[in-house]
Every structure is written in C-alpha cells, then in structure tokens.
C-alpha cells in the first residue's frame, strides 16, 4: 500500500476545507475534483477491501 | 469515506449560493437609475368603510360628531334601557349572539347601545352619529348576514320636534341622492321611539332593476327613524319633561348595494379582491 487510506481521507479532507470557491469556473473545478464521476474520492472505496477488519470499522465513520 | 462526500457536497452547495449571490451584486452596478420604479400596489377602502365616511360627512356638516363604542355589550344597553320588554323575540337566542361563558352579554345587535352610553355619560344638548359593527343571528342569503354594519344618529335638546327630525332627514336624502330627492315618512314601530316612522326615498321606475329594489312601489326604504321614548331619556338619567330628541338609523350595506350597484350582501365579508379592487377610484 503506497500510503494508507486514513492519510488519504485526511489529505482530501484538508484540501476541500482550504479549497478557495471565488468563481463559477473554481466551482465547476471544485465539482468536477471532488463530486464529478471521475472524483479522487471514488478510488478509496476500492481500496477499502484492503483494511484490516479492526480498522473498517472506523473508516466508515470518516 | 461518506462524511468525506456529504462535506465535499455541503461546500459545493454553500458556495453555490455564494458565487450566485457575488454575481447579483457584481451586476448591482448594471442597474439603470433612470428606470421608472416596480408600480407601488395600493390598496382601496372597502365600500363599507366609504359609505360610512361618506354619511358620517354629511351630519359631521351639520354638527353631529362621530361617536363609537363596544361590539359586547350586556342586556342593559342592548335591549333593556331601549325599552325593549322582558319578552320581545329579538332578546330571544335564536335572535341574538349571547357569550357561550357569560348569558348576560352579547355581540351588540344594534348601534344604539352608544346612544344610552352617551346619554348617561352627558348631558344634552347631543348630537351624536354612531356607525359600527352589530350582529344577528340569521340565516346567512344575499339579502341578509350575521353581522352587518348600521349607522345611528341621536338628537337630543329643549324643544326638539318631529318637524326637525324630517328636516333632518331631507337633508340627508338630499346630500346622499342628489338635490331632487323627495322623501316620505311611514308609520313604523320600534320600542326605543315613539311615534316611529320608516324613511323612504324616491328612486323611480325606469329600469326593471329599479322594479325589483323598490319592489314595484318607486320608493327605497333607507332608514327607520322616531322621536326618541321618554322612559329611554328617563333610564339614561334625562329629564324628559326637559329635553325630547330624535334618533334614526340605517344599515350601511343596504346603502352601498343601492349606490354601486352590488346584489349580494355577502361579497362584502369574503375579502374576494377581485371585488374590493373594482372601489380603488373611489374617494
């Protein structure tokens, strides 16, 4: 695993809270990073076959 | 990971709102100041209400003040000190709306409870006018409702005849109707006035409409009037021997059907603005 999964949801996690909407264009950017069909948070519900059955539990509640 | 989703979804949506809201005030500065404003909605004065200052006007010319009082009222003033007997039908509860937690008070069924009000509160010389809200109970039709609303004048002095109450009322009809109006005074009854006459006016025969209001006969029942009972002055604290006086009163909506032409009294209570608009113009 190049980098655990609690990492990664708290690297998104910081980035939507910093991620400055000023304008229709950053919106549609905002949308598209984190909302649209290709969004980076899509892959991590891939990876979730990976954790440790101890650790799901707490992933859900992220 | 969905608290990840619903968080990215909840800035999304705030800053939706702010972006749109940025561009409504960006383009603030893109208005024309020159631009005629939004027209203002006005309202209109209900045709109650401008018949009521339309008649309150022509006695207010001849010295008579404007005088209101409370819609609950107890036996007393509304049946008792008119001299209304123990056992007249109007007393009765199919007649008069009595207050389900006290039996001794009503909803007024007459505006002539501020007369005895006043009475008992001054001496005469008195000229009062008395327009408000009274109620009965009947069978709601387009010719009569539950509450209605009636205009009552008082008179009341040294020497005070029959003959000014007729020229009182002519002045009246003449004000309300044109110059040309002629009026006749009928026999009637009331318990608070003796002798008691009903006043019409001449409305003519022209149309079929004229037919049907005047029922065939020309002549437009406006008021009943009356000099006022000695036992009425003499509950309410005035000499009688002194003083004699006249009263009369009308219902305001009866008036206003004849002057805009309305044919159901109960357009006046359902608040249909289709109906109040078409009173904009008026005064």
Redesign the interface.
Known sequence: MAQDIFEQ?DQ??DE??Q?A????ES?EA??IR??GTK?I?KP??AL?GQVEAERKKN???? | ?????V???E??DL??S??ADG?KSAGAGDIDLTAPAEPFQLGSRHPVSIVIQKISQIFERIGYTVVEDKEIENEWYNFTALNTPEDHPARDMTDTYYLARDLTHMLRSQTSTVQIHTMEQKQPPIRIISPGRVYRNETISARSHCQFHQIEGLYIDEGVSFADLKQTLLYFAKEMFGEDARIRLRPSFFPFTEPSAEMDVYWGLKTESDHRITKGTGWLEVMGCGMVDPAVLDNCGIDSNKYSGFAFGMGIERQAMHLYKINDIRYYFENDLRFLKQFSSSF
Do not use: Q
């Not at chain 1, 992933?59 to 992220?62: E, R, S």
């Open positions: 949801i998104i996690k939507i809270n991620y909407v000023g304008s229709a919106l905002f949308r984190f909302l969004n948070i991590l519900f979730m992933l859900g509640k992220l | 990971m969905n608290a990840l989703k968080l990215a979804e800035k999304f800053s939706k702010n972006v561009e």
